[in-house]
C-alpha cells in the first residue's frame, strides 16, 4: 500500500483528518508512491498554533544558539544527500544529477542561513541630533509559511525555512502535494537536528491548505513559489490581510545569440538550458533569438545537440532527458506542440516521434522555428522540452521582446562583444540576467526572483534580502 503523508506539527508526526488525497506518481513509471492528504483549515490551523507556542520562547534563544540546529541540518542534509536527491528523482522525474545539483544549491541556503549572527546585525548612528543616538535592529516576526511548486522538490523549500528560523521566527511549510517526500525527509533531518518543538512544521494540501495559509490570521509573511496566477492569487490574498507576501510565479525567458558568440559554447549551454530538467525550470530556455545571419547555425546545431538525447526513468544512469511531472502536465505540453503547429510555426525537431519508454510522462525534446510572439507557444510558459526560435534583425529589436512580454523572470545574451553584453545588461528587461551563461540563477548569498508577471512582492528569496523579508526592522532614538 502507497504510504499515506503525514503532517509535522510541535515535534510529531500526525495523521491529517482530511478525506481527499492527491496520488503521488512515479513520473517515470506511473506507480503511486504516495498519498498526499489534502489538508485545510483544521492541518493548517494545528501547525500554525505550535508554531505561535515556539516562537515566544524560540525569538529569544541567542543568535548564536539558534544556528546550532542549522548547523547539525547541515551535516544530516550532507550525510543524506545521496538519499535526497533519489527520492527526487523518484516523485519529481528528473534526472539523478539534476536532483543532486538541486540537492547542492539547497544545501547553501542552509550554509548561508548559519551565518544569521553577522547578516542579522543592524546599524548605529550616534548624534543623529546633539547627544541622540540611533539605531536599528533586526527582530523576528512571529509565523512566517511557505508554499512550494513541484519542480524543486527538495531544493525550493530551502529558499526560505532556514532563513526564517534563522531570523527567530517560526515556521510552517505546504509542499506541493505532487512532490511530498523530498520535504518529508528534510523535515525528519531536521527533528534530528534538535530544533525545538513547533519551530519548523509541514501540512500537507493543495488548493485548501493554501487559502487557509492566506486567510489564517496569525500567519504574519507567507512564501511562495509556482504559476504566476496562483503567485497573484497568494499576493493578493495574503496583502489584503496585512501580511508580508513575496510570491515568484511563472516564467518565459528570452536567450538571445548573437552572431559573434562561441558558438559551441552558446548551443551546449542553451540545450542544457531547454532540455535540462525536462524544461521544467523557471529559467528553462523558452525562446531562443538568433541575431542578425546566425540563424542557420543556432538552429542546426540545436538539432544536432537534441538528437543525443536519450529519454528515460531518471534514476538510470543513461537517462539524460526524464519524464515531465504528471500525465495531466505531458498532455498540456502536447497540446502546446499541436497549437504550435496548427499556427503556423515550422517544426523542426517533433519531440512526440523521439524513442522512448512506451509508459511514463515522457516527452521528447521538441524545436520549433519561426515563432512569433502573437503564437501561444511564443508567448505562454510551456514548462516542458520545447524550445522556440524566434529569430530577429538586431539587438534593439531583440530586446524588446523582453519589454513587450508580460513576464520578466530570466534571459541570457551569448556574446563575445562587450558592447553589446553591456547594452543587453542595461536594457534587458529581465530580473536574473545571464552573459553567455544558460541558466541565469542566482546563489544562496544573491536574491532570486523576477519581475512584472513573474513577481509579486518586493524583497525576494535568498540572499540577504531574506533577512529582510523575515524580519521587521526596529528604530530606536535615545537620548540619555
Ligand atoms: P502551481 O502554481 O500549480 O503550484 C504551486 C503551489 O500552489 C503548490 O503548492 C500547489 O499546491 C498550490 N496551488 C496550485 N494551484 C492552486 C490554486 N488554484 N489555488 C491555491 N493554491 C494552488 O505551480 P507548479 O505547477 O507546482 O510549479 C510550476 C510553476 O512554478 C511554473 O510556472 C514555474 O515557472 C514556477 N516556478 C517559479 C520559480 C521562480 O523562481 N519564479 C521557481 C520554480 C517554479
Known sequence: MAERL??????????????????????????????????????????????????????RVPVEDRVQPMFKLKSLLEDHAEELA???????????????????????????????????????????????DCESVRQPMGVFAAITPFNFPAMVPMWFFPFAVA????????????????????????????????????????????????EHPDIVGISFVGS????????????????????????????????????????????ESAFGCAGERCLAASIVVPVGDCHDEVRDGLKARMARYKIGDGSKP?????????????????????????EGAELVVDGRRAEMPSTGNFVGPTLFDNVTPEMTIGSEEIFGPVLCLMPMADLDSALQ???????????????TSGKSARQFRYD?????????????????????????????????????????????RKVLISRW
Not at 442 to 466: C, T
Open 6 to 59: 503525514k503532517n509535522y506539527v510541535g515535534g510529531e508526526w500526525i495523521d491529517s483528518d482530511a478525506a481527499d488525497v492527491h496520488e503521488v506518481r512515479n513520473p517515470a513509471t506511473g506507480e503511486v508512491i504516495g498519498l498526499t492528504p489534502l489538508g485545510g483549515m483544521a492541518d493548517v490551523s494545528a501547525a500554525v498554533a505550535a508554531a505561535k507556542a515556539a516562537f515566544s520562547s524560540w525569538r
Open 86 to 132: 533519489q527520492i527526487c528523482t523518484r516523485e519529481n522525474g528528473k534526472t539523478v544529477p539534476e536532483s543532486r545539483g538541486s540537492v547542492r544549491r539547497g544545501i547553501q541556503m542552509v550554509e548561508m542561513a548559519c551565518g544569521a549572527p553577522s547578516l542579522l546585525m543592524g546599524q548605529v548612528l550616534e548624534d543623529v541630533s546633539g547627544g541622540i
Open 428 to 472: 534587458v528587461d529581465a530580473s536574473m540576467a545571464g552573459v553567455n551563461i544558460g541558466v541565469a540563477a542566482p546563489m544562496s548569498f544573491f536574491g532570486f526572483g523576477g519581475a512584472k508577471g513573474s513577481f509579486f512582492g518586493d524583497l525576494k528569496a535568498h540572499g540577504r534580502e531574506s533577512f529582510d523579508f523575515y524580519t521587521d
Open 167 to 214: 531570523c527567530g521566527n517560526t515556521f510552517v511549510l505546504k509542499p506541493s502535494e505532487q512532490v511530498p517526500f523530498s520535504a518529508k525527509l528534510t523535515w525528519e533531518l531536521a527533528h534530528d537536528a534538535g530544533f525545538p518543538p513547533g519551530v519548523l512544521n509541514l501540512v500537507q494540501g493543495g488548493r485548501d491548505a493554501v487559502n487557509a495559509i492566506c
Open 318 to 342: 543513461e537517462t539524460t532527458l526524464g519524464p515531465v511531472i504528471s500525465a495531466p502536465h505531458k498532455q498540456k505540453v502536447l497540446g502546446f506542440i499541436e497549437t504550435g503547429v496548427n
Open 228 to 271: 504566476s496566477p496562483v503567485a497573484e492569487h497568494v499576493y493578493k490574498q495574503g496583502a489584503a490581510r496585512g501580511k508580508r507576501v513575496q510570491a515568484l510565479g511563472g516564467a518565459k525567458n528570452f536567450i538571445f545569440v548573437m552572431p559573434d558568440a562561441d558558438m559551441d559554447h552558446a548551443l551546449d549551454a542553451i540545450t
Open 401 to 415: 521582446l523582453t519589454h513587450d512580454h508580460p513576464l520578466a523572470n530570466a534571459s541570457s545574451i551569448f556574446t
